[in-house]
């Protein structure tokens, strides 16, 4: 019997990005006048930007495209530096991956994740992609999940994913996948209670996913 597909998340699963992406945050609410705002930032885990700026510029009183820009002209900045690794990258995601289908799923754009793939040296591992600008609804909508899916050609039912937010769990839920939860320092105080099991990290996933 051939072993569970798996599908990533990436963000916080794969690459520590939370905190660089907390650091765009807090510099474009300064950027624009709120830096009052910068507490909004949890709102942000798991989600596309297309998804978060409306009603964040909404809550600032601002043009949606004054925060996107904002936010667009911070990241180039943030992202000189690079960005580390999660435990377990890459050992644990190749041994995941050895002898299974595996995929990726993630909010972040197709440009992003591929920076991330090559810097963690990934980029072979994963036999699909699926990411937020490829689909109309970004999680927690089943889109990104099912499109990985489709891509690896499996049944959502059949596979697990493996993700740190409430947004990513409630998306690979949906599409009908089984979860593991791996909490991180900016996900641990949230309610990941909707996983089907919650793991220190992917090491953990490795064994458990092993057994």
Not at 74 to 100: C, F, H, K
Request: hydrophobic share 50%; proline share 8%.
């Amino acid at each position: 019997m051939a072993p569970r597909p798996v599908i990533f998340d990436m963000d916080g699963v794969l690459v520590d990005s939370e905190p660089m992406f907390e650091r765009v945050f807090t510099v474009a609410m300064r950027v624009l006048g709120r830096p009052d705002m910068a507490s909004w930032y949890p709102n942000t885990l798991g989600r596309r930007q297309v998804d978060f700026v409306p009603p964040l510029a909404a809550e600032l009183g601002r043009d949606p495209e004054a925060v996107f820009a904002a936010l667009r002209d911070e990241l180039p900045r943030q992202l000189a530096t690079p960005l580390p690794a999660m435990a377990g990258v890459p050992g644990a995601v190749r041994r995941i991956a050895e002898g299974r289908r595996v995929g990726l799923a993630s909010s972040s754009r197709r440009s992003f994740v591929e920076h991330v793939l090559a810097q963690l040296a990934l980029t072979d591992v994963f036999g699909a992609v699926a990411t937020g600008d490829e689909v109309a609804h970004g999680k927690p909508d089943p889109a990104l999940y099912r499109l990985a899916a489709q891509r690896l050609a499996i049944d959502p039912a059949a596979a697990t994913a493996i993700e740190d937010t409430p947004t990513g769990i409630a998306s690979a839920k949906a599409a009908g996948l089984t979860v593991i939860a791996i909490p991180n320092a900016h996900t641990a105080a949230l309610d990941l209670s909707a996983a089907d099991v919650v793991l220190a990290d992917l090491h953990a996933a490795a064994d458990h996913l092993a057994a």
